[in-house]
Each structure stands twice: as structure tokens, then as C-alpha cells.
């Protein structure tokens, strides 16, 4: 196996993060121009909405897909995934709790910033989590490069 593609698998799991982190500010961005929920357009309320589906269909992929090839062939991170599993959870819990409040009348832009700024904490300590734990397994791992888009959720 090449050098290089060994790599690839590092610097995709890398580049979904970013591109996530990237949605993530944009939808912080377009929630601090906002005064009231009511203001806030149509088109950031399907923005959010399709952050917070990225990011779940991310973590649901690499639950399915990912960890599960990771695990047959590196054993030993058991108690690794396990911690970043739960972690998937705790961050599909906040984003079902955004998509709450942006359904809601009752929320102001600032409360939602709360709600994207605690995401944003948990996502990011979470990312960094993942790509540290699993380094090692990214540069052994015997996938098909094709499978990347199965085992990362195809976030483009």
C-alpha cells in the first residue's frame, strides 16, 4: 500500500472536519446578523438545518461504516470508539436541540448562538479526540479509497 494513500485517509477524515467547521461558522455568522428569530431568512434556517444533518450523517456514517472496518482491523481501539460514539451521541442530542429551537418562536438569535456556540465546543474537542485517536489506524487501514465517501458521510 502506498505511502500516499495511507496518507489520503488521514487527510480526508481532516477534511470533512474542516469543511464541517467551516458550515458551522457560516451558520454562527448568519445567526449574529440576526435580531429576532423572526428575521431569521428561510434560506439560514435551511442552512442550519443542513449543518446539523452533515454532521449527523458524518457521525452515523462513521458509526456504521468506519468504526466497524477500523475495529476488525485494529482491535485495540475498542475503548476509543466506544468514547467517540457516545460522543457522536452527545452531539446529536445538541443538534436535535437546535433544530428545536430554530423551529421555535419562542428563540432568540442569541440563544441560538448559545446552542451553536456549545456545539461548536463539543464538535471541535470531539474532531480533535477522533483525529488523535485514531492517527495510527488511519495509516494502517486497508480500505478501498472509493469507500471514503461511505465512511466519512460523503460531506461535500
Known sequence: MSRDRIFAWHLELQSVHHRLEKSLEEARGAIRSGKRIESLSPDLRYFCYNFCSALGTHHKSEDAEFFPVLLKQVPQLAPAITQLTRQHQVLADLLDSFRAALDSSQ?????????????????????????????????????PESDKGRMFGDIR
Open 107 to 143: 428563540s432568540s438569535p442569541r440563544q441560538l448562538l448559545q446552542q451553536i456556540n456549545t456545539i461548536k465546543s463539543v464538535m471541535k474537542t470531539h474532531f480533535a479526540a477522533e483525529e488523535r485517536s485514531l492517527n495510527y489506524a488511519l495509516r494502517v487501514l486497508d480500505a
